[in-house]
């Protein structure tokens, strides 16, 4: 039984530490701006790649220290993922978190994470998070590549249609619940 608790999180509202500047780093911080370009995001690591320094140009939350880790760095920090090739660092980072009560993501270690990425579906405003459990990251890539291509760019427009009719619908929680059922029995 997969018990994940999917959840869509308003990160832009967070701060958020990612702990490592290599490939992992990269490709979180990606998920992460991909998601929501205006995140608040600190990235701590002596190495950087230069992909990482060059989405600073276009997204200012994101800020880069050059410096080892460091406890302080969880100052301030609502959520953090940590993806360091010392994975005794990685194991660090995570206890300090678990004492702090932040929640934290260690990128390839399924054990040490409180949640984990997911693999987005993104049509205008419908998005849509996979998960395999950890059972397969690449068949959740995949997934998404498949639904991508399915799901119609219209939908954007039924979605903008069905939030103007609801926005206009009187009558009370339960007229306007049946309503929008009857509006949508098509989709089915
Ligand atoms: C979805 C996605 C989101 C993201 O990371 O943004 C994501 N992994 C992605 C890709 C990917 N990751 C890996 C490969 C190589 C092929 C392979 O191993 O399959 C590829 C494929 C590729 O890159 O093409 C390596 C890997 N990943 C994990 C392990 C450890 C283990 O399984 O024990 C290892 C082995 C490391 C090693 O061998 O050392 C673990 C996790 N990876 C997760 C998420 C979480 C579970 C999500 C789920 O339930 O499916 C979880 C549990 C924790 C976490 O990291 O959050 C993103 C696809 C984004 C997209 O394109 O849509
Ligand atoms: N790259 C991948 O797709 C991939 C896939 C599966 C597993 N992994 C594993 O994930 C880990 C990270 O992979 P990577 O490709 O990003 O590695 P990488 O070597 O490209 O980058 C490692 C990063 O960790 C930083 N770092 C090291 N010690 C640190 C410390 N004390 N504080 C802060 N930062 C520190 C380095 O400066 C560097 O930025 C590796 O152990 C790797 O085996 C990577």
Redesign the pocket.
């Known amino acids: 039984m997969n018990t994940l608790f999917p959840i869509f999180v308003k990160i832009e509202n967070l701060h958020t530490l990612v702990v490592g500047g290599g490939y992992v780093g990269l ?2 911080v990606t ?1 992460l701006l991909g998601n929501s370009p205006a995140a608040r995001i600190t990235l701590v690591a002596p190495e950087i790649r230069t992909e990482i320094e060059e989405l600073t140009h276009r997204y200012p939350g994101l800020t880069l220290l050059r410096e080892i880790y460091q406890p302080n760095h969880l100052t301030d920090k609502d959520l953090v993922i940590v993806g360091t090739n010392d994975k005794a660092v990685n194991r660090q980072v995570q206890q300090d978190c678990k004492s702090l009560k932040i929640l934290v ?1 260690v ?4 054990d040490l ?1 409180d949640f ?5 579906v993104k049509k205008g405003d419908l998005k849509i998070a ?12 995949r997934f ?1 590549e498949v639904l991508e291509e399915m799901l119609p760019d219209s939908l954007q427009e039924t979605l903008d249609n069905l939030t103007a009719i609801r926005n206009k619908l009187k009558g009370d929680f339960q007229e306007k619940l049946e309503r929008l059922n009857e509006i949508t029995k098509v989709l089915k």
Not at 131 to 141: I, R
């Open positions: 490709e979180k998920a993501n990128a390839d270690t399924p994470c984990y990425l997911s693999s987005v996979i998960s395999t459990n950890g059972k397969s990251p690449t068949f959740a890539k998404r």
